[in-house]
């Protein structure tokens, strides 16, 4: 069995595929057999079609959280647990679990699945990847489990037996920044409840950070130890936490549709999670439908940026951004190089975060006019969803029911890129080549 399940790997890796490509077919071959696991009759009470099923298994790979039907009332208990393990692999990575298998086999790691890993875990370096690996999975299995004990305080006097696993599944859920809930209006109904608002949110931040920044935490324990990544990872996203809950807070307080009939206790409840879910937890306590322009437009910036690198979380990614605005003021300082916590960035770094900005624009915006030729009339919800799937964050103005076959077929395709990243496509698009001949500098006037 090991010689066989040896074989196969080198076959993969003999393939004439770049990495990027081959985890691109990772993630297709694992969402194609979500669907058909999905499809079967077993796992759901009918009404579930192929088109259901792939959408279902394309948002819960790449741990999005869009769904056409209701979770918890289409799908059984089989259905949902598929779920579960489809956002579980999406959510850790498909490698990832493919080089602890391995290493439970004992079959070695070889350098084309290193390279695959590589890609799949976004790192730039194929040294102590295992190592990696196993701090992926032990901080993922101890946040998963102490967060499902903690809402089995909440879900088991209210639903029995069943609310074990309502626990797990949306601890699972909530660290994979997944935003899948078993119920209709996703958490509204606990929009006062203090475990769930604290647990929830804290399992989507812990997701959201990193592994390499919570493993970096681990190791050091002192702020002035920490790597630069890690003291921009949590700079940058405790300024956002802060920023879109105070901001949320004061848009939303008086709306009738969304806090107005709340309490003081709910809307400062309610304020606190919608500023930290967006960034692709997927989450909600209040009716995403009935915010202000000004609200949605917080909800889509928070939503773009996402989290951090090697996380479960989607988006452009926190450091991506705080590079692009150092190197801003860098520019307008007139300084040649970028300054952060006493480290220096190079050009390189530059380089690659205006390569992922400008895919991600692209294709954000392409999605944005494929998919408003057939939905007239609707543009701020179809904006908001097509950034929601980009950024793998799962919220919804409602529009996710009203979408035709083209905008099925595009929200799906965001959301395949949003988490398999910008850069592989990237990776198509570019070339390598020496240039031949060289030519003589030009001059551009900008701005």
């Avoid at 598929?82 to 990832?96: H, P, R, S, Y």
């Avoid at 967060?147 to 089995?152: I, T």
């Avoid at 692709?280 to 949605?296: C, E, L, Q, V, Y």
């Amino acid at each position: 069995m090991i010689k066989r399940v040896t074989h196969r790997i080198r076959r993969i890796g003999a393939l004439h595929l770049p990495p990027p490509a081959l985890l691109a077919v990772f993630y297709l071959g694992t969402i194609l057999l979500g669907a058909l696991l999905l499809w079967l009759p077993v796992s759901h009470h009918g009404g579930v079609g192929p088109g259901i099923a792939i959408f279902t298994s394309t948002s819960a790979v790449t741990v999005t959280g869009l769904a056409l039907v209701d979770t918890g009332a289409a799908f059984t208990g089989f259905g949902q647990a598929v779920i579960a393990v489809l956002i579980q692999l999406g959510g850790l990575g498909l490698m990832t679990f493919a080089v602890l298998v391995l290493g439970a086999l004992g079959i070695p790691v070889g350098m084309p699945q290193r390279l695959i890993l590589r890609e799949d875990l976004n790192q730039t370096s194929l040294s102590n990847l295992t190592v990696l690996v196993r701090i992926i999975f032990t901080v993922a299995l101890i946040c998963q489990a102490v967060g499902a004990l903690l809402l089995c305080l909440v879900f088991v006097p209210q639903f029995g037996w069943n609310g074990i696993w309502q626990a797990v599944f949306h601890s699972v859920s909530a660290f994979n920044n997944a935003g899948f809930a078993l119920h209709p209006d996703s958490l509204s109904h606990w929009v006062g409840d203090p475990v769930v608002n604290l647990v929830i949110p804290a399992l989507f931040i812990l997701g959201g950070l990193g592994f390499i920044v919570l493993g970096d935490i681990y190791q050091k324990r002192r702020w002035h130890r920490l790597t630069v990544h890690s003291k921009l990872m949590i700079a940058g996203s405790g300024v956002l936490i802060v920023g879109g809950s105070v901001l949320f807070g004061l848009m939303e307080w008086s709306n009738p549709e969304t806090m107005g009939n709340l309490s003081v206790a709910e809307k400062l409840w309610a304020s606190w999670f919608q500023g930290v879910s967006p960034r692709t937890a997927g989450f909600n306590t209040i009716n995403t439908g009935g915010m202000h322009d000004s609200t949605t437009m917080l909800t889509m910036v928070l939503m773009l940026i996402g989290g951090g690198s090697t996380s479960t979380a989607g988006g452009i990614k926190v450091t991506t951004v705080a590079v692009l605005l150092l190197a801003t003021v860098a520019f307008f300082r007139r300084r040649t190089s970028m300054h952060a916590f006493g480290r220096s960035l190079g050009l390189e770094e530059v380089m690659k975060v205006m390569a992922l900005t400008t895919i991600s624009m692209l294709i954000v915006l392409t999605s944005i006019f494929l998919i408003s030729i057939s939905h007239d009339g609707q543009f701020v919800d179809l904006v908001f969803e097509v950034t929601s799937a980009f950024g793998t964050a799962g919220l919804s103005r409602g529009a996710t029911h009203e979408l035709d076959t083209l905008g099925r077929a595009v929200i799906m395709f965001t959301m395949f890129v949003g988490r398999v990243g910008p850069l592989v496509v990237g990776f198509f698009l570019a070339t390598r080549s020496t240039p031949r001949v060289k030519f003589p500098a030009g001059q551009i006037y900008l701005g």
